[in-house]
């Protein structure tokens, strides 16, 4: 069983910067698509990028490209999202997410086709 284990949120100014860290345990194998995703006060839970593990090969929604960056470290089981540039529209509680890959080896954007999620860090961005 994957458990995920999120970190690094907080309250940084219009402009900052913040890295989140997804700590993933268990048999990751299965679970090789990770996603990040956050979810503001009343809206819906919003895909922010994903990458299938050990592809390296990160994709991006449109409203955090150019400015985050989904990146893996494997030896520590850990994938990171790096935020720049932040804005007072990025606050949310982001949360990982581990799930397995669709046919032809893709990794979904939908929450659905992740089985595995940590328990969320909360970003603020605000002045």
């Known amino acids: 069983e994957v458990q995920l284990v999120e970190s690094g949120g907080g309250l940084v100014q219009p402009g900052g910067s913040l890295r989140l860290s997804c700590a993933a345990s268990?048999?990751?194998?299965?679970?090789?698509?990770m996603g990040w995703f956050r979810q503001a006060p009343e809206k819906e839970r919003e895909w922010v990028a994903r990458?299938?593990?050990?592809?390296?090969?990160?994709v991006y929604s449109d409203s955090v490209k150019g400015r985050f960056t989904l990146t893996e470290d494997n030896a520590r089981n850990t994938v990171y999202l790096q935020m720049n540039s932040l804005k007072p529209d990025d606050t949310a509680m982001y949360y990982c997410?581990?799930?397995?890959?669709?046919?032809?080896?893709?990794?979904?954007?939908?929450?659905?086709?992740?089985?595995?999620w940590g328990q969320g860090t909360h970003v603020t961005v605000s002045s």
């Open positions: 997410a581990a799930g397995p890959v669709l046919w032809g080896g893709y990794c979904s954007s939908r929450p659905d086709s992740y089985d595995t």
């Open positions: 268990g048999y990751t194998s299965s679970s090789p698509c």
């Open positions: 990458i299938k593990r050990g592809d390296g090969s990160a």
